[in-house]
């Protein structure tokens, strides 16, 4: 067998490997996914990271059904590897429906596969936070679901100067399309010509429209939106739009009181790829818009159902951890200690022949819950030990000579005598 040298091999494109240091910044992130969501009273989930194909194919959307990585195992069976995991998350939920108490809150941080064409915040494998809450039709799921997400965001150190959450909802935006006499055969492609709007420049979205043999006169329905927007709270055009509007209304009201309305913003251009939304939908994007989003969800009261199950609202959202990286990257969030690492103490033994002395202090300082480590390569100087002390980022540095102990605070520099390893 010939030896792995070099780049002869290569990660498949659009993954990524994480050495110690991307290792750190991973687990960092999701480390507070994992607090936020149980502050705010989630429970954890996993599934299987395969699932039968048709699973992903019946409810998604186009575009889902298109990036999945499946294939046929040895027994005939279509199977496929998870791009979400909301039709788990339903499957399973329908399977002990009558058992669960409701509603469910539970959250996940699954590792998911698409095969996209990779670029800048679109990979072909990626972590994703989810957070559903099952079985509540009322908006004050939808604004736990949105709380918590800001949580997060304010818990990384995002602001709203940063990063917004931008709500929309899909059953106002067709109610506003009917209304204008858009034929319901004609309804998905001007959400996705709304979808399009706030991306491309206005000539290129007109010729968008014209190409798509959308009216002068229904142009003007694209306009009328703005106007939904500004006008804000209450000031519904149409009876249709009106119910939705207010619930919209209603979600900021409660968003307001949990004191993180000024992450969120009204967009009503927001509608949601994924095709399973029926209610309120969101995208969190960086401030100036200029990054893919960082996550998106909403209510999808049907997804249950459509899987075999009763009709049982569900509402929530997945975060990725990638456009998220680049974001806190950008900004240069991500502590300095992260990347490096960080240890307790560091042994080193100043003098010859006090390998069983470190090894002793060694053993007591990990025996407390200390992270500890020390020069296993007895090659150095107790010079060139400290200078490995810095280098894994040790806090305290525990000098062990002939004559006894001493401790020394590596970030200030001092130093101190100690009698034993108890005075520590
Ligand atoms: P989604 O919009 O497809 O929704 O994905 C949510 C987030 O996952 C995106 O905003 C993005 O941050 C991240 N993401 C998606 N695809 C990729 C990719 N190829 N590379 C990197 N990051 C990606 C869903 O998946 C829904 N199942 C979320 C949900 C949960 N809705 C209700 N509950």
């Known amino acids: 067998m010939g030896e792995k040298v070099g780049t002869k091999f290569q990660n498949v494109k659009g993954t990524r490997d994480f050495y110690p240091e991307d290792m750190r910044v991973r687990n960092w992130i999701a480390d507070a996914w994992r607090r936020v969501s149980l502050r705010n009273g989630f429970e954890e989930y996993d599934a299987p990271i395969f699932e039968y194909l048709d699973l992903f194919t019946i409810k998604s959307g186009q575009e889902i059904a298109e990036q999945l990585f499946n294939f046929t195992d040895r027994g005939g069976r279509s199977l496929a590897i998870r791009p979400e995991i909301t039709p788990s998350l339903a499957r399973m939920v329908n399977a002990k429906i009558h058992t669960l108490p409701r509603p469910i809150k539970w959250f996940s941080i699954p590792r998911l596969c698409r095969a996209e064409n990779p670029q800048k915040g679109r990979l072909r494998e990626f972590f994703q936070w989810n957070i559903d809450i099952i079985g509540e039709d009322s908006v004050l799921a939808d604004a736990e679901c949105v709380f918590t997400c800001v949580d997060f965001l304010r818990e990384i150190g995002l602001t709203p100067e940063d990063v917004k959450v931008r709500i929309g909802s899909r059953p106002l935006v067709l109610a506003h399309l009917r209304a204008g006499g858009v034929a319901e055969d004609k309804l998905e492609t001007f959400l996705l010509l709304i979808d399009k709007r706030p991306k491309v420049p206005p000539e290129a979205f007109e010729a968008l429209c014209e190409k798509e043999g959308v009216t002068k006169e229904q142009m003007r329905l694209f306009d009328e939106f703005d106007r939904l927007h500004d006008n804000g709270r209450g000031a519904a055009p149409n009876e249709q739009v009106a119910p939705h509007l207010a619930q919209v209304d209603a979600l900021f009201t409660h968003l307001e009181q949990m004191g993180v309305a000024e992450y969120c ?28 989003a960082l996550a998106g969800g909403g209510r999808y009261d ?47 033994d100043a003098d010859e022949g006090l390998l069983g002395e470190v090894l002793k202090a060694v053993g007591a300082l990990r025996a407390r819950g200390l992270s500890a480590d020390y020069c296993c390569a007895r090659r150095g100087n107790a010079g060139k030990q400290l200078k490995e002390a810095n280098r894994r980022n040790a806090a305290r540095a525990l000098l062990v000579r002939a004559d006894g102990l001493a401790v020394k605070d590596l970030r200030t520099g001092e130093q101190r005598e100690l009698a034993s390893l108890d005075d520590l």
């Not at 790829?273 to 309120?280: F, H, S, V």
């Not at 994007?285 to 990054?291: M, T």
């Not at 502590?335 to 080193?348: N, S, T």
Request: proline share 3%; hydrophobic share 45%; charged share 25%.
């Open 265 to 292: 913003v009204r967009d009503f251009h927001v509608v949601r790829g994924l095709a399973y939304y029926t209610g309120i939908v969101y995208e969190v994007f960086d401030a100036s818009s200029s990054l893919r």
């Open 302 to 348: 049907n997804l249950l159902e459509v899987l075999g199950g009763p009709k049982v609202g569900a509402t929530g959202f997945g975060m990725g951890d990638v456009v998220l990286g680049i974001l806190l990257d950008e900004k240069g969030r991500i502590p300095a200690e992260i990347r490096a690492g960080e240890l307790d103490y560091f042994v080193i």
